[in-house]
């Protein structure tokens, strides 16, 4: 969990949102693209997650094969009037971008580098906006008989030498608040890293889908308590390190917190607990 007096967003009520693939054979969950001529083809199972910004844990989960397009995810959302959600250019649906504009929830994504628009004015840039800010226009996307109105920024980069379109269906923040809105969506990224790296999802103890779904969900719930352990022990441990020390001492009967505040004291206090104050983490 991210400690909110350190982290600055901004926006309140900022959810992130996207997925990860683990891969799999087919014959479990259907891979994409066409088949290979020599080998197997690989599947894989995918995960959509949306994470709140201040806490940096997930708040919805949910399973679908590689090859299910991202966007399908959307509309499984459950976002409160006024809320803002970011994510890549995968998840691009007018469709949806246009129901979230009548709930007056707001979104901020990349544009596609095919994307079909039109021009319909351009706003001034006022004095002290960064000079990275290229331009600040709004633009029309005509989709499925809908006309959609959207603000366009463009973005230069000057780290990745890189200039970036971002569209959103918010007409009051500054432009800069909406690039630094889109650049939280990293957090995901560190989110998905973290499971990955200290719970690794290569090897499965069962081959059906549900098996498979189980196992990720126990990895999640785990990486959930961890986070907990972590934030309320005063000592600063690197997340890798703590599970790394856990899973050390899973099967010993020792004091955890006492442990992790001070993990060279002597054995016999690290092993001696008061009975009331067993489990007495939550």
């Known amino acids: 969990m991210s ?9 309140k009520h900022l959810k992130i949102v996207d997925s990860t693939t683990i891969s ?5 969950l259907k891979g ?6 020599n080998g197997k083809k690989k599947g894989g199972i995918k995960m959509h997650a ?3 910004a201040m806490e940096d844990v997930p708040c919805l989960v949910r399973f679908s094969s590689a090859a299910t397009h991202d966007h399908t995810f959307l509309k499984d959302l459950e976002l409160k009037k006024g809320s803002f959600v970011v994510f890549d250019k995968a998840y691009n649906d007018y469709k949806q971008y246009f129901n979230w504009t009548q709930e007056d929830i707001y979104f901020v994504t990349r544009q596609k580098d095919n994307a079909v628009y039109k021009r319909l004015a351009e706003f001034d840039l006022q004095d002290g906006t960064s000079d990275n800010v290229l331009k600040d226009e709004v633009i029309s996307v005509q989709k499925s008989g809908l006309t959609i109105e959207l603000r366009r920024i463009a973005f230069w980069d000057g780290q990745k030498n ?4 971002f569209i959103s269906n918010n007409f009051l923040l500054g432009p800069e608040k909406i690039c630094d809105i889109y650049r939280h969506r990293w957090q995901i990224e560190t989110f998905f890293k973290r499971l990955k790296q200290n719970f690794p999802l290569k090897y499965f103890l069962g081959d059906s889908q549900n098996a498979i779904e189980i196992q990720i969900w126990c990895g999640l719930i785990v990486q959930l308590i961890m986070l907990v352990v972590q934030k309320r022990t005063k000592r600063r441990w690197a997340y890798s390190n703590m599970i ?3 899973r050390l001492h899973l099967m010993s009967y020792i004091d ?3 442990f992790m505040e001070n993990p060279t004291q002597k054995w016999d206090f690290l092993t ?3 009975p009331d104050k067993q489990l007495s983490m939550f």
Do not use: C, H, Q, W
């Open 244 to 246: 790394s020390m856990v």
């Open 256 to 258: 955890l917190f006492s």
């Open 162 to 165: 890189k200039a970036y379109e």
């Open 24 to 28: 799999l054979f087919s014959d479990i």
């Open 3 to 11: 400690d909110s007096s350190s982290l600055r967003l901004p926006v």
């Open 50 to 52: 949306m994470i709140s």
């Open 272 to 274: 001696t607990r008061p």
């Open 32 to 37: 994409v693209g066409r088949n290979p001529i």
